[in-house]
């Protein structure tokens, strides 16, 4: 009798979790790690907020905003070590403007848009090759890849979550205020996870992992060790 592997066709990790979880970062390193591909589902939905700003559409308008998402041309430069990797929006470097804070908010309020992510599903299951793919967002799990051999959900407290945020913002030069970002981090929260369409949860058969207090390489150690030996 022959021996099933460990992995069916074109194996995925899928992470998952709330804004400044650290999902990015880990699933970078651990891309990097595997040598697999990596997906940023969340620049997916950046980009079409930043496209249709661009376009001077309507955020409010969702059969506009799915026609932005429809002809969108969204492409990764990936970067050796885990770095975050270049993307492209329609030709456009946008990796900078995809990180503004503005930029997550109309990310997330078009995300509600049951026609936006519809138009986004294939494009984001055109990502899965081989050898295999690393896809972080807050659906992964639970919509985009449900059969993925291997599911993680991060999770970690808001104000830790908001002090990273604030860090990496300062970093950049862009000023902002600790008790701003968690405020728009909590209601990001409720707004996620309170959606009618692919809400923010974790899969039934995801590992949740805290992050609170713990560095990325003792993150990215605990995920490797849940890949099959």
Not at 55 to 66: F, H, I, K, P, Y
Not at 86 to 105: H, P, Y
Not at 120 to 147: C, E, H, N, W, Y
């Amino acid at each position: 009798m022959s021996s099933v592997p460990p992995f069916p066709v074109v194996p995925v990790l899928t992470i998952d979790g709330p804004s400044g979880s650290g999902k990015g970062t880990i699933s970078r390193h651990v891309a990097d790690a595997l040598g697999w591909h990596y997906l940023d589902s969340g620049a997916l939905y950046r980009a079409v907020g930043l496209a249709a700003a661009w376009e001077g559409v309507d955020l409010a308008d969702e059969a506009d905003v799915e026609g932005c998402a429809r002809r969108i041309h969204i492409r990764f430069v990936t970067a050796p070590d885990g770095a975050e990797p270049r993307v492209l929006v329609n030709g456009t470097d946008a990796t900078d403007a995809l990180r503004l804070e503005t930029t997550g908010a109309a990310a997330s309020a078009i995300a509600a848009m049951p026609t936006v992510r519809a138009a986004l599903v294939d494009l984001q299951k055109s990502f899965r090759q081989a050898p295999g793919l690393v896809a972080d967002g807050r659906d992964m799990g639970t919509v985009i890849f449900p059969d993925a051999a291997i599911k993680v959900f991060l999770t970690a407290s808001a104000l830790e979550r908001a002090q990273r945020r604030h860090n990496q913002l300062k970093e950049k030069g862009v000023s902002v205020t600790l008790d701003g970002l968690l405020g728009e981090i909590v209601a990001r929260d409720e707004r996620d996870a309170n959606r009618a369409v692919a809400p923010l949860k974790p899969a039934p058969d995801a590992v949740v992992i805290d992050t609170t207090g713990t560095g990325i390489d003792a993150v990215v150690a605990q995920v490797l060790a849940l890949m099959p030996r």
